[in-house]
Protein backbone atom coordinates (compact mmCIF):
# COMPACT_ATOMS: atom_id res chain seq x y z
CA UNK A 1 0.00 0.00 0.00
CA UNK A 2 2.88 2.19 0.80
CA UNK A 3 4.76 1.61 -2.01
CA UNK A 4 0.97 2.23 -4.26
CA UNK A 5 0.64 5.37 -2.90
CA UNK A 6 4.85 6.65 -3.79
CA UNK A 7 4.11 5.68 -7.03
CA UNK A 8 1.13 7.40 -7.72
CA UNK A 9 2.66 10.42 -6.23
CA UNK A 10 5.56 10.09 -8.43
CA UNK A 11 3.19 9.44 -12.08
CA UNK A 12 1.32 12.59 -10.78
CA UNK A 13 4.18 15.08 -10.82
CA UNK A 14 5.90 13.72 -14.04
CA UNK A 15 2.17 13.73 -15.29
CA UNK A 16 2.13 17.31 -14.48
CA UNK A 17 5.61 17.88 -16.20
CA UNK A 18 4.10 16.81 -19.24
CA UNK A 19 1.18 18.44 -19.67
CA UNK A 20 2.89 22.01 -18.71
CA UNK A 21 5.48 21.02 -21.63
CA UNK A 22 2.31 19.80 -23.94
CA UNK A 23 0.75 23.07 -23.47
CA UNK A 24 4.15 24.28 -24.55
CA UNK A 25 4.93 22.27 -27.72
CA UNK A 26 1.82 21.01 -28.64
CA UNK A 27 2.01 23.03 -32.53
CA UNK A 28 5.19 22.14 -32.53
CA UNK A 29 4.81 18.29 -33.29
CA UNK A 30 6.67 16.78 -35.81
CA UNK A 31 4.75 14.67 -38.81
CA UNK A 32 7.47 12.60 -39.38
CA UNK A 33 7.65 9.79 -36.89
CA UNK A 34 11.26 8.85 -36.92
CA UNK A 35 13.14 10.26 -33.66
CA UNK A 36 15.73 12.66 -33.99
CA UNK A 37 17.99 11.91 -31.54
CA UNK A 38 18.51 7.94 -31.85
CA UNK A 39 16.19 6.92 -35.19
CA UNK A 40 13.77 4.80 -33.50
CA UNK A 41 10.33 5.38 -34.82
CA UNK A 42 7.95 7.26 -31.68
CA UNK A 43 4.55 5.62 -32.21
CA UNK A 44 3.28 8.74 -29.88
CA UNK A 45 5.04 11.95 -28.37
CA UNK A 46 8.16 10.15 -26.51
CA UNK A 47 10.77 8.38 -27.89
CA UNK A 48 10.31 5.24 -26.23
CA UNK A 49 14.04 4.58 -26.27
CA UNK A 50 16.12 7.72 -25.43
CA UNK A 51 12.45 9.67 -24.23
CA UNK A 52 13.28 12.81 -26.05
CA UNK A 53 10.08 14.32 -27.83
CA UNK A 54 9.36 14.55 -31.45
CA UNK A 55 9.18 17.86 -32.11
CA UNK A 56 10.41 20.56 -34.67
CA UNK A 57 13.94 21.31 -34.23
CA UNK A 58 13.24 25.37 -35.12
CA UNK A 59 11.96 26.82 -32.07
CA UNK A 60 10.59 30.28 -31.62
CA UNK A 61 11.61 32.49 -28.64
CA UNK A 62 8.25 32.17 -26.80
CA UNK A 63 8.57 28.03 -26.89
CA UNK A 64 12.42 28.09 -25.40
CA UNK A 65 10.97 30.28 -22.88
CA UNK A 66 7.79 28.56 -22.14
CA UNK A 67 10.06 25.60 -21.68
CA UNK A 68 12.54 27.34 -19.58
CA UNK A 69 9.83 28.52 -16.88
CA UNK A 70 8.16 24.54 -17.30
CA UNK A 71 11.51 23.22 -15.86
CA UNK A 72 12.39 25.64 -13.58
CA UNK A 73 8.66 25.24 -12.09
CA UNK A 74 9.12 21.24 -12.10
CA UNK A 75 13.03 22.09 -10.24
CA UNK A 76 11.70 24.19 -7.91
CA UNK A 77 8.67 21.47 -6.85
CA UNK A 78 11.32 19.06 -6.53
CA UNK A 79 13.69 21.47 -4.31
CA UNK A 80 10.36 22.48 -1.70
CA UNK A 81 9.32 18.25 -1.27
CA UNK A 82 13.24 17.29 -0.92
CA UNK A 83 13.76 20.18 1.88
CA UNK A 84 10.48 19.30 3.05
CA UNK A 85 11.02 16.05 3.81
CA UNK A 86 14.92 16.23 4.67
CA UNK A 87 13.81 18.54 7.56
CA UNK A 88 10.64 17.46 8.76
CA UNK A 89 11.45 13.49 8.24
CA UNK A 90 14.61 12.61 9.29
CA UNK A 91 15.54 9.49 7.38
CA UNK A 92 12.65 9.56 5.13
CA UNK A 93 14.42 10.16 2.12
CA UNK A 94 17.25 7.69 3.02
CA UNK A 95 15.12 5.33 2.63
CA UNK A 96 13.11 6.01 -0.27
CA UNK A 97 16.61 6.24 -2.33
CA UNK A 98 17.62 2.86 -1.26
CA UNK A 99 14.04 1.85 -2.32
CA UNK A 100 14.96 2.84 -5.64
CA UNK A 101 11.97 5.50 -5.55
CA UNK A 102 13.68 8.61 -6.45
CA UNK A 103 12.42 10.53 -9.28
CA UNK A 104 10.25 12.76 -6.96
CA UNK A 105 12.80 14.19 -5.43
CA UNK A 106 16.53 15.77 -6.33
CA UNK A 107 19.59 13.84 -6.67
CA UNK A 108 21.07 13.77 -2.73
CA UNK A 109 24.27 14.97 -4.25
CA UNK A 110 23.43 17.77 -6.46
CA UNK A 111 21.02 18.70 -2.52
CA UNK A 112 24.15 18.80 -0.85
CA UNK A 113 25.85 20.88 -3.59
CA UNK A 114 23.12 23.63 -3.50
CA UNK A 115 22.46 23.36 0.47
CA UNK A 116 26.53 23.82 0.85
CA UNK A 117 26.88 26.47 -1.41
CA UNK A 118 23.93 28.60 -0.21
CA UNK A 119 25.82 28.23 3.09
CA UNK A 120 28.97 29.42 1.75
CA UNK A 121 27.67 32.72 0.10
CA UNK A 122 26.23 32.83 3.72
CA UNK A 123 29.44 32.65 5.63
CA UNK A 124 31.24 34.23 3.51
CA UNK A 125 28.98 37.25 2.77
CA UNK A 126 29.17 37.66 7.23
CA UNK A 127 33.17 37.49 7.47
CA UNK A 128 34.63 40.40 8.97
CA UNK A 129 38.10 41.24 6.91
CA UNK A 130 41.02 41.65 10.16
CA UNK A 131 42.59 44.80 10.17
CA UNK A 132 46.22 45.18 10.66
CA UNK A 133 48.10 45.80 13.66
CA UNK A 134 47.81 48.92 14.60
CA UNK A 135 51.14 51.82 15.99
CA UNK A 136 48.79 52.10 19.33
CA UNK A 137 48.61 48.39 20.20
CA UNK A 138 50.76 47.90 23.47
CA UNK A 139 53.32 45.75 21.84
CA UNK A 140 54.40 47.73 19.35
CA UNK A 141 54.47 50.84 21.29
CA UNK A 142 56.81 49.16 23.83
CA UNK A 143 58.85 48.57 20.66
CA UNK A 144 58.81 52.26 20.09
CA UNK A 145 59.52 52.53 24.12
CA UNK A 146 62.32 49.95 24.08
CA UNK A 147 64.01 51.53 20.59
CA UNK A 148 64.24 54.71 22.30
CA UNK A 149 65.61 53.78 25.42
CA UNK A 150 68.41 52.18 24.17
CA UNK A 151 69.06 55.37 21.91
CA UNK A 152 69.12 57.74 24.87
CA UNK A 153 71.90 55.45 26.92
CA UNK A 154 73.41 55.26 23.33
CA UNK A 155 74.01 59.33 23.10
CA UNK A 156 75.96 60.38 26.06
CA UNK A 157 78.18 63.34 25.48
CA UNK A 158 78.76 64.39 29.04
CA UNK A 159 78.39 63.29 32.55
CA UNK A 160 75.11 65.80 33.19
CA UNK A 161 73.16 64.42 30.05
CA UNK A 162 74.43 61.02 30.73
CA UNK A 163 72.20 60.94 33.93
CA UNK A 164 69.48 62.90 32.31
CA UNK A 165 69.40 59.92 29.64
CA UNK A 166 69.94 57.25 32.15
CA UNK A 167 66.58 58.16 34.45
CA UNK A 168 64.53 58.96 30.90
CA UNK A 169 66.07 55.25 29.38
CA UNK A 170 64.57 54.00 33.11
CA UNK A 171 60.75 55.31 32.47
CA UNK A 172 60.94 53.95 29.29
CA UNK A 173 62.74 50.94 29.35
CA UNK A 174 60.50 47.83 28.75
CA UNK A 175 63.37 44.96 29.27
CA UNK A 176 62.31 44.41 33.20
CA UNK A 177 59.25 43.35 31.63
CA UNK A 178 60.17 41.37 29.21
CA UNK A 179 62.42 39.24 31.64
CA UNK A 180 59.71 38.84 34.01
CA UNK A 181 58.30 36.68 31.30
CA UNK A 182 61.08 35.28 28.62
CA UNK A 183 58.39 33.17 26.76
CA UNK A 184 54.38 33.53 26.59
CA UNK A 185 51.67 32.29 25.07
CA UNK A 186 47.58 33.63 24.76
CA UNK A 187 45.36 31.23 23.89
CA UNK A 188 41.54 33.12 23.38
CA UNK A 189 38.94 30.79 21.47
CA UNK A 190 35.72 32.23 20.07
CA UNK A 191 33.10 30.79 18.25
CA UNK A 192 34.41 30.87 15.41
CA UNK A 193 37.87 31.42 15.79
CA UNK A 194 41.14 30.48 17.96
CA UNK A 195 43.80 33.26 18.49
CA UNK A 196 46.91 32.41 19.53
CA UNK A 197 49.54 34.84 20.91
CA UNK A 198 53.24 33.82 21.33
CA UNK A 199 56.41 36.08 22.33
CA UNK A 200 59.73 35.44 22.67
CA UNK A 201 62.44 37.56 24.56
CA UNK A 202 64.77 35.09 25.78
CA UNK A 203 66.78 34.36 22.99
CA UNK A 204 67.51 36.54 20.01
CA UNK A 205 68.17 33.95 17.71
CA UNK A 206 68.34 30.05 17.32
CA UNK A 207 71.76 30.16 16.97
CA UNK A 208 71.77 31.90 20.45
CA UNK A 209 69.12 28.96 21.84
CA UNK A 210 71.45 26.78 20.86
CA UNK A 211 74.27 27.19 22.54
CA UNK A 212 72.51 28.10 25.67
CA UNK A 213 70.80 24.90 25.59
CA UNK A 214 73.78 23.26 24.86
CA UNK A 215 76.03 24.39 28.14
CA UNK A 216 72.96 23.53 30.02
CA UNK A 217 72.98 20.42 32.41
CA UNK A 218 70.50 17.60 30.70
CA UNK A 219 68.04 17.73 33.56
CA UNK A 220 67.59 21.64 32.79
CA UNK A 221 67.49 21.30 29.31
CA UNK A 222 63.55 21.99 27.00
CA UNK A 223 62.99 18.69 25.38
CA UNK A 224 60.57 16.90 23.41
CA UNK A 225 57.76 19.06 22.08
CA UNK A 226 58.51 22.35 24.38
CA UNK A 227 61.93 22.45 22.90
CA UNK A 228 60.42 22.51 18.99
CA UNK A 229 58.18 25.12 20.37
CA UNK A 230 60.44 27.68 21.74
CA UNK A 231 62.90 26.61 18.58
CA UNK A 232 60.17 27.80 16.17
CA UNK A 233 59.05 30.46 18.26
CA UNK A 234 62.88 32.01 17.75
CA UNK A 235 63.23 30.97 14.11
CA UNK A 236 60.12 33.14 13.55
CA UNK A 237 61.25 36.00 15.25
CA UNK A 238 64.31 36.17 13.52
CA UNK A 239 62.40 35.74 10.28
CA UNK A 240 59.69 38.26 10.90
CA UNK A 241 61.89 40.97 12.74
CA UNK A 242 59.63 40.57 15.98
CA UNK A 243 59.13 38.89 19.13
CA UNK A 244 55.17 38.66 19.15
CA UNK A 245 53.69 35.74 16.69
CA UNK A 246 49.89 36.37 16.27
CA UNK A 247 47.93 33.61 14.89
CA UNK A 248 44.32 33.17 13.45
CA UNK A 249 42.71 30.06 13.04
CA UNK A 250 38.76 30.81 11.37
CA UNK A 251 37.73 27.60 12.73
CA UNK A 252 34.05 28.97 11.18
CA UNK A 253 35.79 28.86 7.82
CA UNK A 254 37.28 25.46 8.16
CA UNK A 255 35.40 23.34 9.94
CA UNK A 256 32.50 23.39 7.04
CA UNK A 257 35.48 22.00 4.89
CA UNK A 258 36.60 18.88 7.28
CA UNK A 259 33.01 17.95 7.31
CA UNK A 260 32.81 17.58 3.72
CA UNK A 261 36.45 15.72 3.73
CA UNK A 262 35.24 13.49 6.46
CA UNK A 263 31.58 12.66 4.94
CA UNK A 264 32.92 9.16 3.84
CA UNK A 265 34.78 8.50 7.03
CA UNK A 266 31.06 9.40 8.87
CA UNK A 267 29.18 6.54 6.41
CA UNK A 268 32.04 4.18 8.13
CA UNK A 269 31.12 4.67 11.10
CA UNK A 270 27.36 4.73 10.96
CA UNK A 271 28.02 1.33 8.77
CA UNK A 272 30.13 0.10 11.98
CA UNK A 273 26.78 0.37 14.01
CA UNK A 274 24.55 -1.38 11.46
CA UNK A 275 24.66 -5.38 9.84
CA UNK A 276 27.22 -5.15 6.83
CA UNK A 277 24.49 -7.94 5.44
CA UNK A 278 21.27 -5.87 5.26
CA UNK A 279 23.00 -2.50 4.39
CA UNK A 280 25.72 -1.56 2.02
CA UNK A 281 28.21 0.83 2.48
CA UNK A 282 26.49 3.36 -0.47
CA UNK A 283 23.42 2.96 1.46
CA UNK A 284 25.24 4.77 4.46
CA UNK A 285 26.97 7.24 2.28
CA UNK A 286 23.96 8.42 1.00
CA UNK A 287 22.76 8.40 4.31
CA UNK A 288 25.75 11.01 5.43
CA UNK A 289 24.92 12.87 2.58
CA UNK A 290 21.29 13.57 4.16
CA UNK A 291 22.86 14.08 7.15
CA UNK A 292 25.15 16.38 6.24
CA UNK A 293 22.72 18.71 4.08
CA UNK A 294 20.69 19.34 7.33
CA UNK A 295 23.58 20.06 9.12
CA UNK A 296 24.60 22.66 6.41
CA UNK A 297 20.74 23.94 6.36
CA UNK A 298 20.61 24.45 9.94
CA UNK A 299 24.10 26.52 9.89
CA UNK A 300 22.45 28.35 7.43
CA UNK A 301 19.44 29.39 9.56
CA UNK A 302 21.71 29.84 12.70
CA UNK A 303 24.27 32.23 10.88
CA UNK A 304 21.00 33.95 9.24
CA UNK A 305 19.87 34.36 13.00
CA UNK A 306 23.24 35.14 14.27
CA UNK A 307 22.41 38.46 12.38
CA UNK A 308 19.22 39.15 14.09
CA UNK A 309 20.60 38.84 17.27
CA UNK A 310 23.86 40.62 17.58
CA UNK A 311 26.37 39.56 20.77
CA UNK A 312 29.00 36.90 21.66
CA UNK A 313 26.91 35.09 24.30
CA UNK A 314 24.17 34.64 21.02
CA UNK A 315 26.99 33.04 18.69
CA UNK A 316 27.47 30.68 21.55
CA UNK A 317 24.22 29.82 22.49
CA UNK A 318 23.35 29.55 18.72
CA UNK A 319 26.82 27.37 18.36
CA UNK A 320 25.44 24.99 21.25
CA UNK A 321 22.41 24.88 19.89
CA UNK A 322 22.97 23.59 16.50
CA UNK A 323 25.18 20.88 18.36
CA UNK A 324 22.21 20.09 20.14
CA UNK A 325 19.80 20.18 17.79
CA UNK A 326 22.43 17.99 14.74
CA UNK A 327 21.94 15.53 17.25
CA UNK A 328 18.61 15.21 17.97
CA UNK A 329 18.13 15.09 14.38
CA UNK A 330 21.10 12.31 13.75
CA UNK A 331 19.07 9.92 16.93
CA UNK A 332 15.86 10.65 14.50
CA UNK A 333 17.37 10.09 11.25
CA UNK A 334 18.62 7.11 12.62
CA UNK A 335 15.63 5.64 13.40
CA UNK A 336 13.77 6.55 10.59
CA UNK A 337 15.89 4.77 8.05
CA UNK A 338 17.35 1.89 10.00
CA UNK A 339 14.56 1.04 11.94
CA UNK A 340 15.37 -0.23 14.96
CA UNK A 341 14.02 0.57 18.62
CA UNK A 342 13.94 3.96 20.08
CA UNK A 343 16.86 3.20 22.88
CA UNK A 344 19.19 1.34 20.82
CA UNK A 345 19.07 3.84 18.34
CA UNK A 346 19.97 6.62 20.76
CA UNK A 347 23.02 4.54 21.78
CA UNK A 348 24.51 3.79 18.47
CA UNK A 349 23.80 8.10 17.32
CA UNK A 350 25.69 8.49 20.77
CA UNK A 351 28.73 6.49 19.84
CA UNK A 352 28.50 7.77 16.09
CA UNK A 353 28.65 10.96 16.97
CA UNK A 354 31.25 10.75 19.63
CA UNK A 355 33.42 9.30 17.03
CA UNK A 356 32.72 12.16 14.46
CA UNK A 357 33.58 14.52 17.26
CA UNK A 358 36.54 13.08 18.21
CA UNK A 359 37.45 12.99 14.62
CA UNK A 360 36.57 16.45 14.09
CA UNK A 361 38.54 17.31 17.00
CA UNK A 362 41.94 15.49 15.96
CA UNK A 363 41.16 16.99 12.07
CA UNK A 364 40.80 20.51 13.93
CA UNK A 365 43.87 20.14 15.94
CA UNK A 366 45.93 18.57 12.65
CA UNK A 367 45.14 22.21 10.79
CA UNK A 368 45.80 24.32 13.83
CA UNK A 369 49.34 22.57 13.52
CA UNK A 370 49.65 22.77 10.49
CA UNK A 371 48.89 26.50 10.34
CA UNK A 372 51.60 27.37 12.81
CA UNK A 373 53.83 24.99 11.29
CA UNK A 374 53.82 26.84 7.96
CA UNK A 375 53.85 30.19 9.13
Known sequence: ??????????????????????KVSRHHLRHDKTCLNCGTTVEERYCTRCGQENLEPKESVGHVVGHFFADITHFDSKLFITLKDLILRPGFLTREYVAGRRSSYLNPIRM??????MFFL????GRKEHLPEREDDPHVVNGYRQHLADSLLAAAPDSTRQIFNREMAALLDTAKEKKLKDESLGLKMGTGDVVIDMTEYKYNSVHEFDSVQATLPDSARDKGLMHWILRHNIRQKEKRGTAKIHLEIDISHDIPKLMFVLLPLFALYVGWFYSRKKYYYVNHAIFSVHFHSFVFLLLLFFILLGKLIPGDWSETILALLSVILAF?????????????????TLLKGTGIALLYLITMGIASSLLMIGTYVFL
Open 112 to 117: YIFISA
Open 1 to 22: MYGTTAHRSDFSIFLERNQKKE
Open 122 to 125: AMFA
Open 328 to 344: VYLVAALHGMYGQSFWV
